[in-house]
């Protein structure tokens, strides 16, 4: 009798702990965030490259006290950077993980779980998605910080046919012809890049769309050729991009080159080797003079933390993460709650411009300003991160050049001169 | 003009292909099995000898060393997986195969890393000939992959190891019998099978100027269609079977549509199969 009772007792304590502690462990529960992007198969370096950055600043958050205490953690969502492998990845982590937010996805995928997204009211912020099916997807949840390719596409026609954004002493281009891969996140470019030229008066030449992934493309090098272009904009991912310049350079071609956000990097150099590429345009976003001292800092402290230089979209994914976290510390703050239906509003709350407002440049500034009782926003990497009603950015693009094995800007076109 | 500048693409890339389908047939010839981890072979080839090119190994003796010790890795994946099921049948074989091409893509992966990196071959510019552009690149692949076919000739042909090997892909019962031992002739083959399969892998990387952990997996599909096509288990039909997919590859896309090259591979092997179901060289290997 007095060892039931024992037990009894022992048990009813056991319960009563855990009913105390059940609160507590949903306090403390993490704020999962998606990462629903591709970490195998021919993109699984879009993956490799945003992880990093996410972390540096879910550590960041987490090693200040979290949200509300809680911690940011990440679930990944492999895509595979095909459609079907990203509706299943983005099924999980929305239904099965429950995230509160989305990073990605990928141009690749986003098709496959558009319509996920916007069923079930998950914010998502991806640094990734230039595709311009984004353009006018969803106006609640969708957010990018990466510009919209019809942006990039703009900006591409408007600089090779207007010298004021060219090399000092170069022509513009007279006979383009656009080599465009044929995946979602290249063909998304096509269509911009073709009327603008033909806005900004000049008609292209011819336009090869190829297979990505083949071991060379020499018949479509060849049949590039066969239009005596000037320039070739070249819109692929970097290792075909390396292929099909270095096709073209064995056939005898000494034209220019323009090629996008992708290749517009230190890497895409090793990549194709620095005498392949020397003299080729690419495209970047741009920020202000005080965004580009932000960069140099973002690139010194990525290097400490990941012992590596920052990757294809580290600087998107930077102002990805910052948005996210700071919209939940501004969510917690405002009811002690974080939901995905408040959490949007809150994106917008963080990064939208104001004259009230305080300008940040990282998660830490904005906590400290959001609990001194300012409102914020958020001004990036790649720009202002002022987000349209569809939750695109209006970037600056600055057209770049590699000279002496490096990238140098040589001229920055307003988003203003794109309209 | 274009006709002529296709065929020598065409020849470039077919050479590549021929390369990895002897290396892949030479194993099918004694196992009979179709091993589907042999695009991991090639890009082992391509990965190891870009290791050794940093290291600071001249490039032909980095090829040289790595495709030995993909050799070597071929033997001990026999070894370890494939030689405990050689008499379970055909498919647990053949399904072992795909987990071992998933498992080393993976190791690559994680040793590597996903992103692309170019293979260390210097920047050349093409000799051009009346008009005609030879990239210097496609020479040294044309000269690699006659050298290493008509080694493969050499060895089945005049060596006591090659007449072993077709002794015990004839007949392994009556290879024993005559005192052969099929387990040394097995680690010879697939030492062989996975060396030359590294040697088409160096080539795929000259070709196509970076190496990245999917790219043997990637290739492999048209190194089928050319052993299918000489005959599979056929040495010399695979070496005329990758030539002929080559040059339809390229002349497929320059003059129909540089999309489809792949689908014109497989037009001219199920052509050639309709007439000669064994493949151009099929029972006379």
Same mark, same amino acid.
């Given at each position: ?57 879910? =550590?960041?958050?987490?090693? !200040?006290?979290?949200?509300? %205490?809680? $911690?940011?953690?990440? *679930?990944?969502?492999? /895509?595979? &950077? ?108 096509? =269509?911009?890049?073709?009327? !603008?030229?033909?806005?900004? %008066?000049? $008609?292209?030449?011819? *336009?090869?769309?190829? /297979?990505? &992934? ?206 | ?285």
């Amino acid at each position: 009798m007095i060892e039931f009772t024992k037990r009894r007792a022992c048990t009813a304590i056991a319960a009563v702990g855990l009913i105390a502690a059940g609160p507590v462990g949903a306090q403390d529960d993490p704020l999962k965030v998606g990462l629903l992007l591709p970490f195998t198969g021919q993109y699984a370096w879009v993956g490799e490259n945003v992880q990093p950055v996410a972390r540096m600043i879910a =550590e960041e958050v987490n090693t !200040s006290g979290g949200i509300g %205490g809680r $911690e940011i953690s990440f *679930v990944q969502g492999d /895509t595979e &950077g095909v459609v079907d492998a990203g509706t299943t990845a983005a099924q999980k982590l929305i239904n099965v993980d429950n995230v509160m937010a989305l990073v990605g996805p990928t141009s690749l995928s986003f098709s496959g779980s558009k319509n996920l997204i916007i069923d079930n009211g998950v914010p998502m912020v991806t640094p990734t998605a230039g595709t311009t099916e984004l353009d006018r997807a969803c106006r609640d949840v969708c957010f990018r910080t990466v510009p919209s390719d019809a942006l990039g596409g703009r900006a591409i026609a408007r600089a090779a046919t207007d010298a004021q954004y060219l090399a000092e002493g170069a022509s513009t281009w007279e006979n383009p012809v656009l080599m465009v891969a044929q995946s979602p996140a290249m063909v998304s470019f096509l =269509e911009p890049i073709e009327r !603008s030229f033909a806005d900004y %008066g000049t $008609e292209v030449a011819r *336009v090869i769309e190829f /297979t990505p &992934g083949k071991p060379s493309y020499r018949a479509e090098v060849q049949e590039a050729l066969g239009a005596n272009p000037d320039g070739i904009v070249l819109v692929a991912a970097p290792e075909d991009s390396a292929r099909v310049m270095t096709n073209a350079f064995q056939s005898g071609y000494d034209g220019d080159w323009f090629v996008t956000q992708d290749q517009t990097n230190a890497d895409y150099i090793d990549l194709a080797s620095a005498e392949l590429v020397e003299g080729i345009y690419g495209l970047e976003e741009v920020a202000s003079e005080e965004g580009q001292a932000l960069n140099r800092a973002f690139e010194e402290r990525y290097q400490d933390y990941a012992g590596e230089e920052v990757k294809i979209f580290g600087t998107n994914t930077y102002d990805a993460m910052n948005v996210v976290a700071l919209a939940m510390l501004s969510d917690h703050m405002d009811d002690g709650e974080i939901t995905r239906a408040t959490l949007a509003e809150h994106i917008r709350a963080v990064s939208d411009p104001g004259e009230d407002k305080t300008q940040v440049t990282s998660y830490t500034e904005g906590k400290q300003a959001l609990q001194a009782g300012e409102k914020i926003d958020y001004r990036g990497l790649v720009g202002p991160i002022d987000f349209d009603d569809w939750g695109n950015i209006a970037a600056p693009f600055g057209i770049r050049q590699v000279q002496g094995g490096a990238w140098s800007t040589v001229a920055v076109i307003p988003a203003a001169a794109l309209d | 003009m274009i006709f002529v500048q296709t065929l020598v693409y065409g020849l470039a890339l077919g050479g590549v292909i021929a390369v990895s389908a002897v290396g892949l047939t030479l194993a099918y010839g004694v196992t009979r099995f179709i091993n589907f981890a042999f695009g991991e072979f090639l890009t082992l080839g391509a990965f190891f000898c870009l290791l050794l090119a940093q290291a600071g190994l001249g490039l032909a003796w980095a090829g040289l060393a790595a495709a030995v010790a993909v050799g070597a890795v071929g033997v001990l994946v026999e070894r370890a997986f494939y030689d405990p099921l050689m008499s379970r049948g055909l498919l647990p074989l053949l399904v072992t195969s795909v987990g071992v091409a998933f498992v080393v893509q993976n190791l690559i992966r994680i040793f590597a890393g996903s992103n692309p990196v170019r293979f260390p071959l210097p920047l050349m510019r093409p000799i051009e000939v009346g008009g005609l552009f030879i990239p210097r690149e496609q020479l040294i692949i044309l000269g690699v992959a006659l050298v290493t076919m008509l080694a493969v000739h050499l060895l089945l042909r005049f060596t006591m190891l090659g007449k072993k090997m077709r002794a015990v892909a004839d007949d392994p019962m009556l290879a024993r019998v005559a005192g052969i031992s099929s387990r040394r002739v097995l680690d010879a083959t697939w030492f062989v099978s996975a060396m030359i399969g590294a040697l088409g892998g160096i080539l795929l990387a000259i070709t196509q100027i970076t190496v990245a952990p999917q790219m043997g997996w990637h290739f492999l599909l048209v190194v089928f269609a050319a052993v299918l096509l000489g005959g599979i288990g056929s040495p010399y039909g695979a070496m005329i079977g990758g030539l002929l997919i080559g040059l339809a590859m390229e002349l497929g896309a320059t003059y129909v549509a540089a999309n489809y090259s792949y689908a014109f591979a497989f037009i001219m092997l199920i052509l050639v199969l309709i007439l000669r179901p064994r493949g151009l060289m099929g029972g006379s290997g």
